[in-house]
Antibody
């Protein structure tokens, strides 16, 4: 069974750093790309970026390039989303999600449960 | 950058009725297009990909179609469990940008 299990909710202050995780199981980690998607509660989805764990190829949406870092650790089949300095506007739910196919032009077929990040002074 | 525009923002439909949701791409995306359903408090779920192919386990009352840059999700006979936020997405842009629409909230 394919599973993407994300780390728990976080409450942080502006300016703090944060790294959230997404551990996958049930398939070959290095064969499928993983997306990160942001959602302000009650609003639409925003695509942030994508990583190919087997090729360490990482691409970012222009809106998030330089604001976050996406990485992967094959030894623990986990991908990460990291901030160096959080802002209040980063408050949202963050989802990791798997591409259905190896190709870049593929939909998302499995999603993590989401991680709520709250940034408040 | 391709912009995806969904309409309407909110759709109120009675059980048993047909619901039609639309999504327009600002430029051609071929059939690299998907619909997702997100129920309250849950992660999104893939409904339709390739503009018209139902994902595994999706009931037959959900169907997708395309005409140029206009995409439609039809729910033939609405059920109460279909109450959700529906998102469209294109996955064709290069460099890769998997743009989502702003969502349509389906109220029963």
């Amino acid at each position: 069974e394919v599973q993407l299990v994300q780390s728990g909710a976080e409450v942080k202050k502006p300016g703090e750093s944060l790294k959230i995780s997404c551990k996958v199981s049930g398939y070959s980690f290095t064969n499928y790309r993983i997306h990160w998607v942001r959602q302000v509660p009650g609003k639409g989805l925003e695509w942030m970026g994508i990583i190919h764990p087997g090729e360490t190829d990482t691409r970012y949406s222009p809106s998030f390039d330089g604001q976050v870092t996406i990485s992967a650790d094959k030894s623990v089949t986990t991908t990460y989303l990291q901030w160096r300095s959080l802002k209040a506007s980063d408050t949202a739910i963050y989802y990791c999600a798997r591409s259905m196919e190896h190709a870049l032009e593929a939909p998302i077929d499995y999603w993590g449960q989401g991680t709520l990040v709250t940034v408040s002074s | 950058e391709i912009v995806m525009t969904q309409s309407p923002a909110i759709l109120s439909v009675s059980p048993g009725e047909r619901a039609t949701l639309s999504c327009r791409a600002s430029q051609g995306v071929s059939n690299n297009f998907a619909w997702y359903q997100q129920k309250p408090g849950q992660a999104p779920r893939l409904l339709i990909y390739g503009a018209s192919t139902r994902a595994t386990g999706v009931p037959a009352r959900f169907s997708g179609s395309a005409s140029g840059t206009e995409f439609t999700l039809t729910i033939s006979s609405l059920q109460s469990e279909d109450l959700a936020l529906y998102h469209c997405q294109q996955y064709t842009d290069w460099p890769p940008m998997y743009t989502f629409g702003q969502g349509t909230k389906l109220e029963i």
